[in-house]
């Protein structure tokens, strides 16, 4: 059966770190960009960053640009999203998103609807 799972959130400070992971399984990982999404308290899901299906380019939402960074082992099947410098502002529940394409930029372009993982929660607090 094919499914993600998202895991590594946790409760940190501002200006802390984090690493989340998402491990894939059942699909051909490696033939599809990922993405990260985020759902902020009361807010809609916000498509923040996307990994072409050969880990060589990143696109992100202006607003995490320098702060956060996205990268993809396919040897493992797994994606990951570095979160530094993290702000209030970044308490969410973070998902991984498969693409139908090769490549994605937004939303629409970077979520085929597939195999929705619990995600994993980050709040940022002092």
């Known amino acids: 059966q094919a499914e993600v799972q998202e895991s590594g959130g946790g409760s940190v400070q501002p200006g802390g770190s984090l690493r989340l992971s998402c491990t894939a399984s059942g699909f051909a990982f490696s033939d599809y960009a990922m993405s990260w999404f985020r759902q902020a308290p009361g807010k809609g899901l916000e498509w923040i960053s996307s990994?072409?299906?050969?880990?060589?380019?990143?696109k992100y939402v202006d607003s995490v640009k320098g702060r956060l960074s996205i990268s993809r082992d396919n040897a493992k099947n797994t994606l990951y999203l570095q979160l530094n410098g993290l702000e209030s502002e970044d308490t969410a529940m973070y998902y991984c998103?498969?693409?139908?394409?090769?490549?994605?930029?937004?939303?629409?372009?970077?979520?085929?609807?597939?195999?929705r993982g619990q995600g994993t929660q980050v709040t940022v607090s002092s």
């Open positions: 990994i072409n299906s050969r880990g060589d380019n990143k």
């Open positions: 998103r498969k693409s139908r394409f090769k490549d994605c930029y937004g939303a629409a372009a970077c979520d085929d609807g597939t195999y």
